[in-house]
């Protein structure tokens, strides 16, 4: 609703290899969970050349963003608006950063069939 008065960003942190924030029980795969870009921010994590480059665009998108209320900067690929059901998609390696249809990859359709029971 915000998106039809101003411009709002949103990203959906796509790296299945990233470190666990939290320590799991075993045989549990974590996968991308809520906070686990965290690490890509802070020195210190074990990353990957990737994933430490993935950190340095998170970094850079996100100081703009709150410098200037734009994410965008030279040399990084374009973080356009929310548009619905496209987030702009966060991962590391050739092709991780850019757009990707949410609603598609989520099934939100069928989530909102069953709410709407």
């Known amino acids: 609703m915000l998106s039809e ?4 960003y949103s990203y959906g942190f796509a790296d ?6 939290f320590p799991l029980p075993g045989g ?4 991308a969970s809520h906070g686990s870009e965290l690490s890509f921010l802070f020195p210190g994590a074990a990353l990957t050349r ?4 993935l950190g340095d665009m998170m970094l850079t998108y996100w100081s ?14 374009r973080w356009s608006p ?8 966060l991962a590391p390696g050739p092709g991780g950063v850019g757009v990707y249809d949410q609603d598609a ?8 069939r069953l709410a709407d029971r």
């Open 64 to 77: 703009r963003f709150a410098a200037t209320g734009d994410p965008n900067a030279p040399g990084l690929p």
């Open 82 to 89: 929310v548009r619905t059901g496209h987030v702009h998609r």
């Open 105 to 112: 990859l989520h099934k939100m359709a069928f989530w909102d």
């Open 16 to 21: 299945r290899t990233a470190p666990p924030i």
């Open 5 to 8: 008065h101003t411009p709002v």
């Open 50 to 53: 990737e994933q430490r480059k």
């Open 28 to 31: 549990v795969e974590p996968l």
